[in-house]
């Protein structure tokens, strides 16, 4: 394994971490500022550079942030922790805008800094698998079943110009697999001509098709080649075909049968050397019996017929292909590539994808400019997904299918919880127990009715009722002092503990958020 790098001028800081590392047997690498970093990585091969760098924020010499952006841009995917005193909570930001993994604050416990470390190292491991898995992949991605059949399928096909019909839902890849039969076929060398036969008015589809002639119509001012012609050579896709208007089908039809068309207001016939290939989410069976799609060219068109499977039927696909376009997103967007945690994960595997590929590529496009850390965790995630997550389907033991206890006594009142919850079996909450590092079930039983009962209210007005009641003079403060606890809490579970953005997110001062941990005890 590589050794993790500490970067710090303290020598107890450093003596401190090296012993405790190798305790976990971590190897390490030691150093007093930043310069001799730079310096190692640039005499070092990447292979026997770091798994992890540790760094202060301050020192001699240079910037702890300073050195993020500079190994960000030698090794973009290594995770840096940033270790910062408590009073430079607002650079500790900045660190997560550079792409820091973590920051540790200062002074900080050792037993929870070795578990960050370990996390991050799991975190680089897991990312050295997949980007290992990404760099041999194939222009498609997929390890289901389903897919290798397409896939064998597509090798089937390679020495071949046959028709093919490429069936799915929409979203599901039908033109990415259109492109790879061009690109292993014979005609490779050729052009790859697409056009989507629904998007496309009626009275303009046919002139984009077969191309016009000169004042065929107003405004055709010039000669115009259709997509035949420019595909010649190469391959056609007709995409969406099902839904070409009947008119257009006879035309099409003859032009599969003897490679002969008109431009529209032309009198001599055109040939065009072209493989067509041919894609729809509808039933073309269904629609030949409604009488809306030609029988006779359903027949041409269903020579050889591909299937595509949903993004539900591969879902140990979406782990792969969730890297990859988060990876694709950041250089588009021209940023650091973020991470995704393995909970969110096993969530998105359980969400159906109506839109299936192409929906989960706007996900994670989605994640890679709204999620606010390099690490997406499952609170991350967009509201569609999360609304699911109380009835998503995961795999439990038969042992955790018991009724969630009662809550605690310190829940802050009394009619906090409704039945329905109280009862809720573990499995159905088993996504977000199942959080790295996962949320206590007491807190998450005791935080969660909050967002969803709508009695709470009664609830507040029934514990003030009794404490008036026993004669307690400082209702006030004692019920202030329980709320203010329970939503600084809140707060604190669902962002880690970053102390700055739960008062981002609660519309507080950092100042005011660190007074009320301390005034409430909840250091």
């Not at 470390?117 to 491991?125: F, G, H, K, P, T």
């Not at 995630?381 to 995961?394: C, G, I, K, Q, R």
Request: aromatic content about 6%; charged content about 25%; overall charge negative.
């Amino acid at each position: 394994m590589k050794p993790i790098w500490i970067v710090d001028d303290d020598q107890s800081i450093r003596f401190v971490l090296e012993k405790a590392l190798l305790r976990e047997n971590l190897p390490t690498r030691s150093f007093t500022n930043p310069q001799d970093v730079l310096e190692a990585l640039d005499d070092t091969p990447e292979h026997e550079g770091p798994q992890i760098l540790v760094s202060d924020i301050r020192m001699p010499g240079g910037s702890g942030l300073d050195l993020l952006e500079k190994v960000k841009k030698k090794l973009p995917g290594l995770p840096v922790i940033i270790m910062t005193a408590f009073s430079d909570l607002d650079s500790a930001v900045s660190a997560f805008q550079g792409g820091a993994f973590e920051y540790l604050p200062k002074p900080f416990d050792l037993p929870k800094a070795v578990e960050l470390i370990r996390r991050a190292v799991e975190e680089s491991q897991r990312e050295e698998v997949a980007e290992e898995r990404m760099t041999s992949a194939p222009e498609m991605l997929g390890q289901a079943p389903a897919m290798q059949d397409v896939f064998r399928a597509i090798g089937r096909l390679s020495q071949s110009q046959v028709t093919v019909l490429i069936t799915g839902e929409s979203g599901s890849g039908k033109e990415l697999v259109a492109r790879a039969l061009h690109k292993h076929s014979p005609r490779a060398g050729g052009p790859f001509v697409a056009i989507n036969t629904a998007a496309i008015p009626k009275d303009l589809l046919e002139s984009e098709l077969f191309g016009h002639e000169r004042g065929a119509f107003t405004g055709a001012q010039t000669m115009r080649r259709g997509r035949f012609e420019q595909a010649d050579g190469g391959t056609l896709f007709l995409d969406e075909i099902g839904d070409m208007p009947f008119d257009l089908q006879t035309r099409l039809l003859r032009v599969l049968s003897d490679g002969h068309f008109y431009r529209v207001g032309g009198h001599s016939a055109v040939k065009a050397q072209v493989r067509v290939i041919a894609a729809t989410h509808q039933n073309l069976e269904q629609r030949v019996k409604e009488g809306v799609f030609r029988e006779d060219l359903f027949h041409r068109l269903n020579v050889i017929r591909l299937r595509l499977p949903a993004l539900r039927e591969r879902r140990e696909d979406v782990p792969m292909l969730t890297r990859f376009f988060l990876q694709q997103s950041a250089k588009q967007l021209g940023v650091e590539p973020k991470r995704i945690s393995e909970a969110a994960l096993r969530l998105l595997g359980t969400f159906d994808f109506p839109g299936n590929v192409r929906q989960l590529e706007n996900v994670c496009h989605w994640l890679t400019v709204m999620a606010p850390a390099q690490v997406i965790e499952l609170k991350d995630l967009p509201p569609e997904v999360l609304a699911m997550a109380p009835t998503a389907v995961v795999q439990v033991s038969p042992a955790d299918q018991v009724p969630v206890a009662a809550p605690a006594p310190s829940l802050i009142f009394a009619e906090t919880v409704p039945p329905t919850f109280a009862s809720a079996p573990v499995a159905a909450l088993a996504p977000l127990l199942q959080d790295d590092p996962p949320i206590a079930a007491s807190a998450l039983v005791s935080v969660l009715p909050l967002g969803v009962s709508q009695a709470w209210e009664s609830g507040l007005q029934a514990e003030a009722l009794a404490l008036l009641e026993e004669g307690c003079t400082d209702v006030w403060d004692v019920l202030t002092r329980r709320f203010e606890t329970r939503l600084i809490q809140t707060a604190l579970i669902n962002t880690r503990g970053r102390r700055i953005e739960a008062a981002q997110k609660l519309g507080i001062g950092r100042n005011t958020i660190t007074r009320k941990i301390q005034e409430l005890n909840l250091e």
